[in-house]
């Protein structure tokens, strides 16, 4: 009863103050930078569609291999940094009591580092000096300034991270004995993920910068690819864990119901941290260098990220279920016609939600040993990522800008905006429908990704492809209409809808409160298991890599 | 802090669905030999042309109906190409590449590689059905990576 009436307190306190006006600008600028890498990465993506299908040819000077390069840059670091960045700030800003002065400037400075960081690592990439994806693997090798920028913006992002850790470890000391809210508890997770995550890729970038440079000869180019995916798929559970969090803390609170039990939800993070890094190995599963009794370690460790994910399954539908109930749904499926399905806030994440289920089962089958294999670098993969990230992840997001940008702008959502946000998630909907399910059909008939338009000399079985081609680039047609409605929606919010105040939604408990174990505050803990997991996982292969290694590779530029 | 019934009933069948993919992709892996191409031999990615069997790379006849298919991957080939087989033989292929990462597929099989400068990467398939099959790079290895390809043809 004290915590209902202290946290209604609070949201009044927080309705009359508003939102704090230097952390919503903090905020406002990752977004803004955020939509723009939406806007410029899915106009490149859509040139790439049409060249893979074969309806047009993009020129020398600007060819498909620096378009894939860019959009995959924009989209999957830019995009995702600055959303997720911007958004946990916000959400620290509304649910500690405003951010630190001194943490709030070192969110300023890892901006400027990223921004700088970007412009230097893009410009070899539009001169067609860093054709080399934003897997960069080596011998491939890009300008210096390439590999600078990437360092730049890693370390952007680590200033970003330990200023979250500063603002939550100085409310822990003022609130001894209290549980970090559940807003913030997902935040630390993600930022110590980022941090511990990409450890080993900037040890890579460095080495890559003097090798680069030619002050080292050559590379361990096995190492390099492990220490790659170490991140590499890390940053994909960091942007999962991101959209896990809107589905646990926001989207019961815009459902009209209360969160999943406070218990469960923290051990689902605590067990997303833990398990998370060693997860990567499974882009590996057709290299060399490596036995298969380590590989089928692997597949168990990849296999076990999805038991947090399972429970995260039946918690939303749990609670899915009894909200609908209690707004009178009734039968064994009446419930879900009574959820706000008109409601962009709701729809959006929750078509998110709904195409994680085939994402997720498509993720545990291509993780697998001899599956991988048959879809190994296949567009099958390419169809994957644009499921999980493109659909599950982003529609997630843009779920939430329809309240965290009124938010943070002091606007609000009226009726028409919503109505176009519902529109924008139909449309992104289709687009991802034609496109990823394409993606995944060619795939398994073969057709390989991160490659442009060929027939390999009227080869039968390539021109067999072709149909699937096209209708990428029908999906390709769908989503770039929904990133224009998306980026109008954004900025019209942030700069141009009614003044008003918005709430930042924070589920109430489910009631009666049961009492959350304060052993889950153990953030020492957990880091320490991590790094055991962690370890269990990288020590034998990267020593024996390292051990075993042939002699290393000089640079090449073979483009 | 306690699972609902129907939570425990959830995760106990997913989890067991799990473990029994798990046992079965174990068994495959390891009682039927069909784990993923894992070799780990190595060799010195400059000098792969004076390096024994990439010195003399080709298609040699092992067995009864059974082949080595010795093969160089560079920028943006394959060497030997146009492979010809006769229908039913086992093919094992035994590759490496002289610059960048290549990837060794063949559309319609289960052939599919990784080809790492520095090291020795094995895979084997018998080939039943008489056709001609693509063969092409998966990992993008430059400008020309998209005409990067051959055929194997099985008689």
Not at chain 1, 143 to 149: E, K, L, N, T, V
């Amino acid at each position: 009863m004290s915590t209902a009436t202290s946290k209604s307190l609070k949201e009044k306190a927080n309705q009359v103050m508003g939102v704090n006006l230097k952390d919503a600008k903090l905020a406002k600028s990752y977004m803004a930078v955020a939509f723009i890498a939406l806007l410029l990465g899915g106009i490149l993506g859509l040139l790439q569609g049409f060249e893979r299908a074969g309806l047009i040819q993009l020129p020398y000077w600007f060819n498909y291999y620096q378009v894939l390069t860019a959009h995959g840059l924009l989209l999957v670091v830019v995009l995702t940094a600055f959303f997720t960045i911007g958004y946990f700030y916000a959400g620290l800003s509304h649910c500690l009591g405003g951010l630190l002065p001194k943490v709030r400037k070192m969110a300023w400075i890892g901006f400027w580092m990223k921004i700088v960081g970007l412009v230097i690592a893009i410009i070899p990439v539009l001169l067609n000096k860093a054709s080399v994806m934003y897997t960069f693997y080596p011998p491939l090798a890009a300008a210096p300034s390439f590999y600078i920028g990437l360092a730049l913006i890693v370390l952007g992002i680590w200033v970003c991270a330990f200023g979250a850790f500063i603002n939550v470890a100085s409310w822990r000391k003022v609130n001894k004995g209290k549980h970090l809210p559940i807003f913030a508890f997902f935040a630390t997770a993600v930022f110590i993920l980022l941090f511990f995550g990409s450890i080993g890729v900037t040890i890579e970038v460095l080495i890559l910068i003097a090798w680069s440079f030619g002050w080292i000869p050559t590379v361990n180019v096995m190492v390099s690819r492990t220490l790659f995916w170490a991140f590499g798929h890390t940053l994909v559970n960091i942007w999962y864990l991101t959209a896990v969090s809107a589905w646990y803390v926001v989207v019961p609170k815009i459902i009209g119901g209360r969160r999943f039990s406070d218990a469960l939800t923290r051990i689902v993070i605590i067990l997303l941290v833990i398990m998370n890094i060693p997860g990567g190995f499974h882009h590996q599963i057709v290299d060399p260098g490596m036995s298969q009794a380590l590989k089928f370690l692997h597949v168990f460790m990849s296999l076990s990220i999805s038991f947090p994910s399972l429970m995260t399954a039946f918690a939303m539908f749990y609670v899915f279920e009894r909200t609908g109930r209690k707004l009178g749904g009734k039968g064994l499926f009446g419930w879900l016609r009574k959820l706000p399905w008109g409601d962009v806030r709701f729809l959006a994440p929750m078509i998110a939600m709904i195409a994680f289920i085939p994402a997720g089962a498509g993720g545990i089958a291509q993780t697998t040993n001899q599956l991988n294999q048959v879809v190994h670098n296949t567009m099958w993969v390419v169809g994957h990522f644009h499921l999980t990230v493109g659909t599950s992840v982003i529609l997630t997001f843009f779920g939430i800008s329809y309240w965290l940008i009124p938010h943070i702008s002091n606007r609000v959502l009226t009726p028409r905006m919503n109505k176009v946000g519902v529109i924008q998630t139909i449309i992104w909907t289709i687009g991802m429908l034609f496109m990823s399910g394409s993606m995944h059909a060619v795939g398994l008939l073969g057709s390989p990704r991160r490659t442009s338009y060929s027939t390999y000399g009227d080869n039968a079985t390539a021109l067999g492809w072709d149909p699937y081609l096209i209708f990428v680039a029908v999906g390709g047609t769908f989503l770039i209409i929904g990133v224009l409605i998306q980026v109008f929606a954004v900025f019209h919010m942030m700069f141009f809808a009614p003044k008003g105040v918005t709430e930042f939604p924070i589920a109430d408990p489910e009631v009666p409160v049961e009492k959350t174990p304060m052993w889950t505050e153990r953030w020492g803990l957990w880091i320490v298991i991590m790094l055991v997991v962690i370890s269990m996982g990288y020590v034998i292969p990267l020593v024996e890599l390292i051990v075993n290694a042939p002699p290393g590779s000089p640079p090449f530029k073979t483009w | 802090m306690k699972f609902s019934k129907h939570e425990e009933i959830w995760l106990t069948i997913s989890v067991g669905m799990l473990v029994l993919f798990m046992v079965i992709v174990g068994y495959q892996t390891f009682a039927l030999g069909m784990g993923p191409p894992s070799n780990k031999e190595t060799l010195d990615p400059q000098k792969v042309d004076q390096t024994a069997p990439f010195d003399n790379p080709g298609v040699f006849e092992v067995g009864p109906n059974e082949y080595e298919v010795v093969m160089v991957l560079q920028v943006f080939s394959f060497t030997p190409n146009n492979i010809e087989i006769p229908k039913g033989a086992t093919v094992h292929f035994t590759m490496t590449s002289k610059d960048v990462v290549h990837g060794f597929q063949v559309a319609g099989t289960n052939l599919n590689a990784m080809v790492m400068p520095g090291y020795i990467q094995k895979i084997t398939q018998k080939f039943d059905k008489p056709g001609e099959y693509l063969v092409l790079c998966n990992e993008y290895c430059g400008a020309g990576h998209q005409m990067m390809s051959t055929t194997i043809t099985v008689k």
